[in-house]
């Protein structure tokens, strides 16, 4: 497939507005039952239910769609805009501008949207795979690559900072080294003398860590440790001198089937999906001709319209 296909048919054009997909066809049941009501009504016009499920698919989160559509008081100021809007849109009629040619185009564009957004919905139906078919195809991927499913080592470290990078921080930091050794308890100095507050809340535990997350000395260090309890020497970094303690380790290990069979599952019905809505534009797009010379005139007057960069 040509880059103009993929640039015209990205991932984020297929996937859009997909609720208000859904909200279209629950709409088309609801009509069907009957049960499309006037929440409000005015001489000329009224705001249904359904208008205000379509409006809140587009400008609600879903997560938050539930929460705001439960208040009656949400609601009421929602139809009264969507009233007053409806009612500007027919006096815009009224005065011609739907013949506009910039509002005509816009009007094609929501059109096509709606619909286009509909037929998509009703595409990814007919080739979403069942979720036996979806499993095996989920189990085929974790067999194939199972390096992908690798959990990097891990290591839970305790640490006390004590500030500063001068020689009084750092006797500091000896001090307290040798009465960690003598066996002074680790969490108590970490919230007594630790300069990092948030972790010496915590006795100093920063939680577990892979490579790659810590200072380079730090990191060092922390992995060094082999055995729970043990106690680094001094680490010094930008921020003054550190004292680490192992807590647990965890090793390289390969996530089990089961931790992965719900995020491969979906994987496989979106990319079966993807392909479908791919091979189905490719068709659509078998009569198109592109007028590269238009294309370049209209990019050049738009050109006109940058500004030069300071």
Known sequence: MSSSMHSVFAPSFFLRSAALVIALHAGSAALAAGSDVPLVKGSKNAITTLDVEADAEQRIPAEARAQVLSRSSAVTQIVGNLYARRAMADKAEAEGLATDPAVVAAM???????????????????????????????????????????????????????????????????????????????????????????????????????????LPEFEVAAFALQKSGDLSEIVKTQYGYHILQLQDRKPVTTKPFADVREELMNEVRNNVRQEARVAEAQKLQQDMTVDAQAISKFAAEHATELKPLN
């Not at 286009?116 to 189990?139: G, N, Q």
């Not at 990078?165 to 003598?182: I, V």
């Not at 809340?201 to 490579?211: H, I, M, S, V």
């Open 108 to 214: 094609r564009m929501a059109r096509d949207k709606a619909l286009s957004d509909a037929w998509l919905a009703k595409l990814d139906a007919a080739h979403t795979p069942t979720d036996a078919v979806a499993e095996a195809l989920a189990r085929n991927i974790y067999q194939a690559k199972p390096e992908r499913f690798k959990t990097a080592e891990q290591v839970q470290i305790r640490h006390i900072l004590i500030g500063g990078t001068e020689a009084e921080s750092r006797a500091q930091a000896e001090k307290a080294l040798e009465e960690l050794k003598s066996g002074a308890d680790f969490a108590q100095m970490a919230r007594e003398r630790s300069v990092d507050k948030r972790s010496g809340a915590k006795g100093g535990d920063l939680g577990f860590f892979e490579r790659g997350r810590m």
